[in-house]
């Protein structure tokens, strides 16, 4: 069973606002992603991050920084919550072998007023 | 690059069998997933299949894997109300940073 934990699980804020977004792992994966996913529901690599201290953006351009500090913990963080980046956004975490299937927290659903 | 394909959407009756089909262009594939995907969740792996394979069997679900025309399915025996989901196949290659996903199929099961 997968452990992977996001919170909050929805999150109303207004413009302009900064929020961080919680993702931390049990497993001790090294591995870890954020992907954004659109109401037509395709996927979007967004950051991911290969272990401490080690992060890079993915495919998608986002506003969003993320940092990985520790191995269990992955924040992402916008500065200035806009409109435009309400979405659901989804953490994962695998381990270090190319093949490793990935395993999702529940997500976090975002809404920018 | 790399790109995974699905059709939008899939409607089946109860107890009747459903099929969803994946393509897929990368070739060194060495991988192949099925994820699940319930109202408001996360994605749930449900199998996965190795490149070298033909048919992997597990329960209810059968994957087919045709690597020359590049095709994956994934079959649901004796489709459930509770099998009404969003299905997204997913491909992962030695040197990929993570693994490429389709646009998700949603599977509608109708009582």
């Known amino acids: 069973e997968a452990d992977i934990y996001q919170t909050p699980r929805y999150l109303v804020i207004g413009t302009g606002k900064k929020i961080t977004l919680e993702c931390s792992q049990t497993?001790?994966?090294?591995?870890m992603y954020w992907y954004q996913q659109d109401p037509g529901m395709e996927l979007h690599l967004i950051h991911y991050?290969?272990?401490?201290?080690?992060?890079e953006k993915g495919d998608l351009s986002s506003e969003s920084t993320v940092s990985r500090i520790r191995t269990e913990h992955f924040p992402l963080t916008l500065e200035s919550a806009r409109p435009s980046h309400t979405s659901q956004y989804l953490c994962?975490?695998?381990?270090?072998?190319?093949?490793?299937?990935?395993?999702f927290g529940n997500g976090t659903r975002l809404t920018v007023t | 690059g790399e790109d995974v394909e699905q059709s939008l959407f899939l409607s089946v009756r109860e107890g009747d069998s459903s099929v969803i089909n994946c393509t897929y262009t990368d070739s060194s594939s060495t991988y192949l997933y099925w994820y699940k995907q319930e109202p408001g969740a996360g994605l749930q792996l449900l199998t996965y299949?190795?490149?070298?394979?033909d048919m992997k069997q597990d329960q209810r679900l059968t994957v087919l894997l045709n690597k020359k025309d590049k095709h994956l399915s994934l079959r649901i025996a004796d489709t459930q109300t509770g099998d009404s989901a969003i299905y997204f196949c997913a491909e992962s290659g030695t040197g990929r940073r993570a693994l490429t996903f389709g646009s998700g199929t949603r599977l509608q099961v109708q009582p």
């Open positions: 991050s290969y272990g401490v201290n080690s992060t």
């Open positions: 497993m001790g994966h090294d591995k």
């Open positions: 994962a975490s695998s381990e270090s072998g190319y093949n490793s299937p990935l395993h």
């Open positions: 299949i190795f490149s070298n394979m």
